[in-house]
């Protein structure tokens, strides 16, 4: 059974740093580009940030630039996200999703991905 699994969140305050981690089971990530979304309460889901199997290619929202990394670990079958100078409005439920495709083409298209996770709750507040 393919899944994907999202850890590391928590509570933070604002200026500080969280690692989320996107670990797949059932089938290898090599060829999967996978993104980070995000879903505050009473706001649809949007794109964080994506990356190509290869890690060639690293797509952000403007709202994230600067602060979070994307990278992946192959050999761990898993993918990462380093959130930096966190601010009150990064709270939200996350989500790692896959790409059987390898695009990341952008940060916005939810439809290019076929595997989810269940989400993992990040808090940032004092």
């Known amino acids: 059974q393919l899944q994907l699994v999202e850890s590391g969140g928590g509570l933070v305050q604002p200026g500080g740093s969280l690692r989320l981690s996107c670990a797949a089971s059932?089938?290898?990530?090599?060829?999967?580009?996978i993104g980070w979304f995000r879903q505050a309460p009473g706001k649809e889901r949007e794109g964080v940030s994506c990356?190509?199997?290869?890690?060639?290619?690293?797509n952000y929202a403007d709202s994230v630039k600067g602060r979070f990394t994307i990278s992946r670990d192959n050999a761990k079958n898993t993918v990462y996200l380093q959130m930096n100078s966190l601010k009150p409005e990064d709270t939200a439920v996350y989500y790692c999703?896959?790409?059987?495709?390898?695009?990341?083409?952008?940060?916005?298209?939810?439809?290019?991905?076929?595997?989810w996770g269940p989400g993992t709750q990040v808090t940032v507040s004092s």
């Open positions: 990356i190509r199997s290869s890690g060639s290619r690293m």
């Open positions: 999703a896959a790409d059987r495709w390898n695009r990341c083409r952008s940060v916005t298209n939810e439809a290019e991905y076929d595997y």
């Open positions: 059932g089938f290898a990530l090599d060829y999967y580009a």
